[in-house]
């Protein structure tokens, strides 16, 4: 089949990933770019779809789903629809217990400068993972099991991870998870937890307050730079994370999320 020129593509899609400057294997990029847009439409396209958004010719998109289904990454569906396949659960399970590996350190500096419990969690679908903690030196501390997966509605760093994402999105995700009350204080409409968003947005950090789990208050920012969704928190009584304490904490917490976003983009990075 003839390499397809610039002009198969439609006029007004995303051109996939070229490897002419990177001495690349084209092929590669070309099924990794299209395995991430599969992940940003949800996990489920049809062919056309992928054309439309890559800029790859239908023929072109076919030949490497064949490739990918054959190998497990992707199957088809009875509806001739594409989805994300089964053996990227394992690449995913593997790639989290490594980003959190890479985290304990900038954790570890966080409980030092802050003294209360560091995490890190991801977006994962609609919940939110986490990956990662180094629990307070305090014989009073709050915990949060490693794999533990949680709404994103009632959390610090689910709010922090949604914070800049189109509000339409938002409203579809809450829609799919509802907005159960893990206590009283939990935020439980859509409205309410978008103007959450909109002082996360405007103050730079996200508090989960008694919303969680009674007694307990936590802070959180997103990780900048990280190559899939991430924040960082602490987490800790509520007396001891008081209004006066969190003007101390959120400057830490926004440079310890800010060095860790460079060290994974430079881990990302590293062998380009």
């Not at 890559?54 to 569906?77: D, E, F, K, N, W």
Request: hydrophobic share 40%; with cysteine; proline share 7%.
């Amino acid at each position: 089949m003839p390499t397809p020129s610039a002009s198969d593509a439609p006029a007004d899609a995303t051109p996939a990933k070229s490897s002419a400057s990177g001495g690349g294997v084209q092929s590669l990029e070309r099924a990794f770019d299209l395995l991430e847009r599969m992940a940003d439409a949800g996990g489920e396209v049809g062919l056309s779809e992928l054309s439309a958004s890559s800029g790859l010719p239908l023929p072109t998109i076919h030949r490497l789903m064949r490739t990918l289904v054959a190998c497990g990454y992707v199957r088809q569906q009875p509806n001739r629809r594409y989805a994300l396949g089964p053996r990227l659960i394992r690449l995913g399970e593997s790639a989290s217990r490594l980003l959190g590996t890479w985290a304990r350190p900038h954790l570890a500096r966080l409980v030092e400068e802050t003294g209360e419990t560091a995490n890190m969690a991801l977006l994962d679908g609609d919940e939110v993972v986490y990956v990662a903690q180094v629990p307070s030196k305090h014989s009073m501390r709050m915990f949060t099991e490693v794999g533990r997966r949680v709404l994103p509605h009632s959390t610090g760093v689910g709010k922090a991870l949604l914070a800049h994402v189109p509000a339409d999105e938002v409203r579809a995700l809450l829609a799919r998870t509802g907005m159960p009350a893990a206590t009283e204080k939990t935020i439980t409409t859509p409205d309410g937890f978008l103007a959450a968003l909109e002082e996360v947005r405007r103050a730079g950090y996200a508090v989960d307050d008694n919303e969680q789990e009674l007694g307990v208050r936590c802070l959180a920012v997103s990780v900048p730079g990280s190559p899939t969704a991430a924040a960082v928190s602490i987490s800790g009584p509520a007396g001891r994370v008081t209004d006066a304490a969190t003007q101390r904490i959120v400057p830490v917490l926004q440079q310890v999320a800010a060095d860790l976003g460079e060290a994974l983009a430079s881990a990302g990075g590293a062998g380009a």
